[in-house]
T-cell receptor, first 112, second 112 residues
Framework: KAGVTQTPRYLIKTRGQQVTLSCSPI?????VSWYQQTPGQGLQFLFE???????NKGNFPGRFSGRQFSNSRSEMNVSTLELGDSALYLC???????????FGPGTRLTVT | QQPVQSPQAVILREGEDAVINCSSS?????VHWYRQKHGEAPVFLMI?????EQKGHEKISASFNEKKQQSSLYLTASQLSYSGTYFC?????????????FGTGTRLKVLA
């Protein structure tokens, strides 16, 4: 079974720009969660989607948004990028919202 | 509040045992454990649900004391492949503000 895929793997953007990251979950998984990982803050929960509905949201500003499509693929958007948004963005999928999560390889975002 | 893990870092020789603790200030519904190797995505190890459950996976096992809001991960007869950063993930508030909160992480290095 194919794992979670994320595109792109690496991204360099400048302050003020916006970015869209994509995540394709494991086939059959309907829950997708997004995380931001930085050396200083560790793994921080962004949001979770299940069947195209946002179920939970972490403590991030409104510049961070996401959506999930009918095929369970998910996108995350960050508008008006700041230097502090530089991080590894991970998405994870699970069959249900209370199941173990399987992580994708992540998208490394660098904001200059 | 982020669950606190202890120790922050540990160095072992092959064959030695280690215990990693995860403590939360909030009531826990479940605890997940993950291992992340450098440059890779976190990999699920096990999930423990309410009820003082103890689970095992090869030479890695874990316990969950919901009254103490603590979980411990036990690594027995450690192998080189156990090196990495271990995270506990706990289910947080259910009001919709967040779902998973990951612990502060424990860096474990196993030496030959």
């Amino acid at each position: 079974k194919a794992g979670v895929t994320q595109t792109p793997r690496y991204l360099i953007k400048t302050r003020g720009q916006q970015v869209t990251l994509s995540c394709s979950p494991i086939s059959g998984h309907r829950s997708v969660s997004w995380y931001q990982q930085t050396p200083g803050q560790g793994l921080q929960f962004l949001f979770e989607y299940f069947s195209e509905t946002q179920r939970n949201k972490g403590n991030f500003p409104g510049r961070f948004s996401g959506r999930q499509f009918s095929n369970s693929r998910s996108e995350m958007n960050v508008s008006t990028l700041e230097l502090g948004d530089s991080a590894l963005y991970l998405c994870a999928s699970s069959f249900r919202t209370d199941n173990e999560q399987y992580f994708g390889p992540g998208t490394r975002l660098t904001v200059t | 509040q982020q669950p606190v893990q202890s120790p922050q870092a540990v160095i072992l020789r092959e064959g030695e045992d280690a215990v990693i603790n995860c403590s939360s200030s909030k009531a826990l519904y479940s605890v997940h454990w993950y291992r992340q190797k450098h440059g890779e995505a976190p990999v699920f190890l096990m999930i423990l649900l309410k009820g003082g459950e103890q689970k095992g996976h090869e030479k890695i096992s874990a316990s969950f004391n919901e009254k103490k809001q603590q979980s411990s991960l036990y690594l027995t007869a450690s192998q080189l492949s156990y090196s990495g950063t271990y995270f506990c993930g706990t289910e947080g508030e259910t009001s919709g503000t967040y779902k998973y909160i990951f612990g502060t992480g424990t860096r474990l290095k196993v030496l030959a």
